[in-house]
């Protein structure tokens, strides 16, 4: 392949989706601060089965209810011209992101969701597509909008773009921080026109 990687969260990064987790958590009975999907580990068969279908109600309505972030189908579209490919790591459903990427005609040459790996911040995602695509660490880029991807990114040995509009504690783990997708297409650009990690 040897044109590198890039591999976007979805909510948060592309998108603008009103998914709101303290309300997720309320409705589940989960303690406040715990990610959802690791508290849902705990919960019997049938807590968890019942948890479920709340997380996919609710990842449902927010992606009716979702919106492009400024750049996204652009910053998409000329990485692919440019021979990159791209791909999409979240821990959403499979099935909200068909139907985001149906509503937003977004395209991804691999999606991988909670279904598929162990979700993020666990690495095994990010080091999936790599060996998919036969990108090394080198030649692979994360972008996201939570330390979960930042996480994900470093512990498979790729660089990270935090897209973040104030930086956090986190943030300042990432290679790279900025507040768009404008602001990380320039970083984009940079690297693949210096001829280094992106291009084999």
Not at 10 to 16: H, N, S
Not at 135 to 155: K, M, N, Q
């Amino acid at each position: 392949m040897g044109h590198g990687l890039v591999i976007f969260d979805l909510d948060g990064t592309l998108l603008a989706s009103p998914l709101d987790f303290d309300a997720i958590r309320a409705e589940i009975g989960l303690p406040k601060d715990h990610p959802i999907l690791e508290a849902m580990e705990h919960l019997t068969p049938s807590e968890r089965t019942r948890a479920e279908r709340i997380v996919d109600r609710h990842e449902t309505e927010a992606v009716r209810a979702s919106r492009l972030l400024p750049g996204a189908l652009d910053l998409l579209a000329w990485l692919r011209e440019r021979g990159v490919t791209v791909a999409l790591l979240t821990r959403n459903s499979r099935a909200s992101v068909e139907a985001a990427a149906q509503k937003h005609g977004l395209r991804f040459d691999a999606a991988i969701t909670r279904e598929d790996h162990e979700p993020k911040p666990s690495p095994g995602g990010v080091l999936h597509l790599m060996e998919t695509f036969g990108a090394g660490p080198d030649e692979t880029i994360v972008v996201g909008d939570y330390r979960f991807d930042v996480e994900a990114g470093a512990a498979a040995g790729a660089r990270t773009i935090a897209v973040v509009a104030e930086p956090t504690s986190w943030s300042k783990e990432a290679t790279w921080c900025v507040a768009n997708l404008p602001a990380a297409r320039t970083i984009l650009e940079a690297v693949l026109d210096a001829g280094q990690a992106l291009s084999g």
